[in-house]
T-cell receptor, first 113, second 111 residues
Framework: DAGVTQSPTHLIKTRGQQVTLRCSPK?????VSWYQQALGQGPQFIFQ???????QRGNFPDRFSGHQFPNYSSELNVNALLLGDSALYLC????????????FGPGTRLLVL | QQQVKQSPQSLIVQKGGISIINCAYE??????FPWYQQFPGKGPALLIA?????SEKKEGRFTISFNKSAKQFSLHIMDSQPGDSATYFC??????????FGQGTELSVKP
């Protein structure tokens, strides 16, 4: 049983560019949450998707957007990248009946130059 | 009110000893309190979690103690091993599943 998978593992972009990160949830999970983890910090909640809609959003600007597909996989898009967007981006999946029980993927390390 | 405060920031324990990490919260709407273990370059792994209707939960060498009146909870790692050396995060969630994380504790278990 595959766990949460994320792609790519690493990414280097320049300021002003746009990036798309991808996540596939664990089998049987239909809720996906995205977090940003800066170096030496705890993860910060970006947003959560289920039933293909954004259900909750953290304190992140509109440059951060997402999507969930019918197969429950999800994308995180970040526009107009800033140096401060450099971080580990984590995806977590959970079953709809237990949205708080979240299993994390390995993350995508984004470096903005 | 949405914060979860975690201490200590770092912890050194001898092999076989007990590691204790503490967290405190303000928001009484929180109803789910997980602990995660994270190794360098990896995503956080769910270790153990508790709800406020119980005061203690044990899974193997890991125990959560929960004090609802004090709004505090802690992770105890018994018989700590060098392989337990990692960063540990407490978190809290209310309805909806948004996890609020503590700042993390870097645990080092010396052989």
């Amino acid at each position: 049983d595959a766990g949460v998978t994320q792609s790519p593992t690493h990414l280097i972009k320049t300021r002003g560019q746009q990036v798309t990160l991808r996540c596939s949830p664990k089998s049987g999970h239909d809720t996906v949450s995205w977090y940003q983890q800066a170096l030496g910090q705890g993860p910060q909640f970006i947003f959560q998707y289920y039933e293909e809609e954004e259900r909750q959003r953290g304190n992140f600007p509109d440059r951060f957007s997402g999507h969930q597909f019918p197969n429950y996989s999800s994308e995180l898009n970040v526009n107009a990248l800033l140096l401060g967007d450099s971080a580990l981006y984590l995806c977590a999946s959970s079953p709809l009946g237990a949205k708080e029980t979240q299993y994390f993927g390995p993350g995508t390390r984004l470096l903005v130059l | 009110q949405q914060q979860v405060k975690q201490s200590p920031q770092s912890l050194i324990v001898q092999k076989g000893g007990i590691s204790i990490i503490n967290c405190a919260y303000e928001n009484t709407a929180f109803d789910y309190f997980p602990w995660y273990q994270q190794f360098p370059g990896k995503g956080p792994a769910l270790l153990i979690a508790i709800r406020p209707d119980v005061s203690e939960k044990k899974e193997g060498r890991f125990t959560i103690s929960f004090n609802k009146s004090a709004k505090q909870f802690s992770l105890h790692i018994m018989d700590s091993q060098p392989g337990d050396s990692a960063t540990y995060f407490c978190a809290a969630s209310s309805e909806g599943g948004k996890l609020i994380f503590g700042q993390g504790t870097e645990l080092s278990v010396k052989p």
